[in-house]
């Protein structure tokens, strides 16, 4: 009997899409991507139809008030094309991406299978760049994974000069479009400037992120709504970064009991 | 020639059971869990069927005075009903839980697997809940993986209004019920409250779960026997706490024979 | 296309052997184990046949004036029983054992799988017992993985009583008598008193396992031709060691090229 | 569904190849055995025809200025024998080694695997020595994996004495030559001395490595190209370095946010 689970896409619905673009929102520099795609979920009212769990996130379940316990999880939203010069959108937003190197490229590969099957032909992946300082009026920078989708965006008003600034894109952001070309699947990474700090939420970048997102897919957002879902966004993220590190030093504390002993007592020295 | 041992589960017998209920009781915050468990296997005389070895354990095996070596593992027992309104029990109890992140996901799923297979409906974690203090009446918290569960057992005295203190279960815990779900078992952690040092042991809490568990699975368990066994116990858990770090720090000097040697100088210096 | 090299055993012949013991001598505390295979595969002028290798391994090769390069490996030799009263031996011996926890368990299970296939039914492996101080007279302890092993060596001078003075044993010393038992393979680990420093040799506590084991296994070896054997291992051993830690800084170099610089400031303030 | 990418080879083209020799250069010590390989694909005008993945590499993509972005991976290009003397080349070359030790042999599988399928008959892995000191005349050391290979390449100015000054050599330029042997592949790791800081370029060593195996393999090589290329590729490998170290930083601090901000203080304090 041999076991390893790794990752695994559940799905509760098997939702017919049109030739859909996925957007992707997974945490990250300033939370940008996540919130992005939170707001466009809400915005567009789209409908969960699929899930993903990994072995490679951490490995505990969130509780809150009154409710069930929630595993650390990637969900599958959609969204049908409403008139024309618009197309299906599948949505995927996440609590967490991997935890180890080796999972990122596990979980991407895993999300690529499957946007394949339900036919994805288009990934925009969504993400913050830190800037070092916060700009009142932040950039939207895109880069592609191929030339020629560099050309059908040239209006979105974002900036494609911008590759070598970027410099290097870590996690599901940077490897679903890198990954995607081998698949024949056009990819762009659109980045909003950000201070940089992973895990102070920027709920600003990541607006203007959707406001372009909004423009390239031709969709209707309602933003006084989006208004009201930043706010219980933020407190929402700040629990989950409490319990993450909770849970990191609980784990710590288990397997090396006497090094946390001696942590505590010299925390009591430096307080 | 490929080979990943992971997780294995083998049987000593195959007991035919109805429609069990599985307790399960890992070591973790206080030790909680594993103790209950313990007791209750204790108290009902339970029989050992299967055991449950893996590779993201500790790599070693444990000796006692006299005895063969023992191999770090989890272990089954179960329990028939004796009579009208008991059901039969499967309790899973164990020296060890993953000393990695992705073996948590693994073990669940083999635990999951195996005791679907077995015809398990209902799984009971059993674990602590750090409160940062010590209390004279410890309290006993439920959280569920569906809201239905809490009906079952709103009159086991149990608070379920604490999703959001609890935060975070992490380990087999709160997987086996975050995952049970998706396989269709019902589930629920039970948490005695604790001071939340995860190495020493709280009979106290494990007791006070105990009660609660008895009353919710209508069984009888002499208390008196208990007391004893608690004393029992708590000298084993200290005694695999100090072999696992000597263990820990054996592994680290293999790999790293400068670094020990440079860490026992420092050490000298500080004594 | 998926690879997953992990742990490879590859046979140079397929010698019969009849109902044979294997001994197993690897790395560890003192390199008792280690030593003491060394010497009987000296002593007995035993034939190498197969070859371990495993991604468990440190990744890399040793090299050695005039020499073609050597892959780190574990290697099995044979001797054959040459009267009454003798058996089969099988004999393992290595540079290594895994450098991560998880491997411990893959490499004794591809060990316990090819004995088996061999024909194995018994094995005996050497270790290291630190007890903080030198002695002169080391004693020898052993521990078993079934009550009815310690009857057969009764006789043998080993001191069965020191389990709990043992207190666990790491790596595949421990795993493969304790898996042992599940493949019902008679298993002991004959453990040498030693000071307990990991990276100092020392060959008189793997002397003492030695007389032990060639009482046991009532074969003779020329301990004077040992002596000279355990001259030559020293300087080995000595080699081995300062190439590992090169190694090791190399990898932490090449990876965290900062920290590495830092550390070398740091060292540098400190010399 | 489980998932597991490991490493991956995928073919842009199929050449037809006559009994090729395969030079290998990773990045390493001094980047001598990367830099040599890609000043003689430049130098040979070498035609891509396949890349390696794997998950053991970085997870991120890199990004140029308006260029798409690149997947981090291992390259292999062949160039086809001119005249009489010549051998046909298979020469791998690549931004990365596997950043964990057990991807080292796995990737080095991938990479034996695939050349044994492709006709390679004979590794030669180019690389650096680190020597501790800058020398005005850096010497090239061989080391091979079986004697035979020496003969073939004495007059090749190489010295073939220096196995125990070389000690080990970490990574896929060892394991690649170590488990040819056993593939029945000749091979020989090429060492141009350093002074072994690992991520100081050392062109110049890669020149003189690279003077060696041009003999080695009769080809001819504009040198005045090459210096033109030097000055290109220190440029990119500054660059590299540097998103590495930025992206290693940026993963950290998304895992552990609180250890990141401490770190943050305390280099406030330094500065």
Redesign the interface.
Known sequence: ??????????EMQKPKLKNPIMVVGL???GNVGRMAAGYLIEGLEATKFAEL????F??????????????INNEFYYWRAEKAGQRDLVILIGDS??????G???IS??IL?YAKGIGVTEILTLAGL?VGQKKDKPKVVG?????SVTKKYKDSGMD??E??R??????AA??L???G??HGID?M?ILGETSGV??IPDPKAAEEVLKVLVRMLKVKVDMSRIQKKVKETEAFLK?V????????M??I??????A?KKDEKELTYIG
């Open positions: 009997m041999r076991r390893n689970v790794t990752t695994n896409i559940t945490p990250g520099v769990n990994s072995s490679h951490m490995p505990f379940v969130l509780l809150q008030k009154g409710a069930a316990v929630h595993v991406q991997s935890i180890d190197p080796e990122h490229y596990e590969d895993a299978q830190g880069v592609v994974n191929d030339a494609f000069s590759g070598d970027v410099g290097t894109i870590v996690g940077g490897l479009i890198g990954f070309r081998k990819g990474c992973p895990l629990r970064e409490t319990v993450q590190q909770n849970a990191v609980q784990m504390k288990q397997q090396m009991p006497e946390a």
